[in-house]
Nanobody
Framework: QVQLVESGGGLVQPGGSLRLSCVASGSIVKVNPMGWYRQAPGKQRELVAAITRGGITNYADSVTGRFTISRNSAKNTVYLQMNSLKPEDTAVYYC?????????WGQGTQVTVSS
C-alpha cells in the first residue's frame, strides 16, 4: 500500500523559510501529478501547489512567487520550498496526487508562522 510521509514543518518567524519534503513508499511520484495541500484551523483543505508529470507547476494566488514545488522521481520525493512566510501560511501541510485520493492522505506536517 502506497504511503506518503511529510516532514520539514516547524515554527518560523514571519519572513522566514522552510522546505517541506514528501516521501512516497512507491513510484507514485514518478507516474502522477503531485500536489501540496494545506488545512488551516477552521478552514477547508486547499491545494497550494501542483506539479505535472512533465514538470509544469501551478500555484494558488496566495503563494505565487513565494512557494516552489519540485520533484525528484528517483527518490520518490516531492518538495515544497516556502519563502517569505506569513502568519496566514500557518496550517498543516499535506502532499497527495492531484487530484487527491482520500486513501493517500498522511499525517501532514505542521507549519506555524509566528513572531
Amino acid at each position: 500500500q502506497v504511503q506518503l510521509v511529510e516532514s520539514g514543518g516547524g515554527l518560523v518567524q514571519p519572513g522566514g523559510s522552510l522546505r517541506l519534503s514528501c516521501v512516497a513508499s512507491g513510484s507514485i511520484v514518478k507516474v502522477n501529478p503531485m500536489g501540496w495541500y494545506r488545512q488551516a484551523p477552521g478552514k477547508q483543505r486547499e491545494l497550494v501547489a501542483a506539479i505535472t508529470r512533465g514538470g509544469i507547476t501551478n500555484y494558488a494566488d496566495s503563494v505565487t512567487g513565494r512557494f516552489t514545488i519540485s520533484r525528484n522521481s528517483a527518490k520518490n520525493t516531492v518538495y515544497l520550498q516556502m519563502n517569505s512566510l506569513k502568519p496566514e501560511d500557518t496550517a498543516v501541510y499535506y502532499c497527495n496526487i492531484d487530484p487527491a485520493l482520500v486513501r493517500l492522505w498522511g499525517q501532514g506536517t505542521q507549519v506555524t508562522v509566528s513572531s
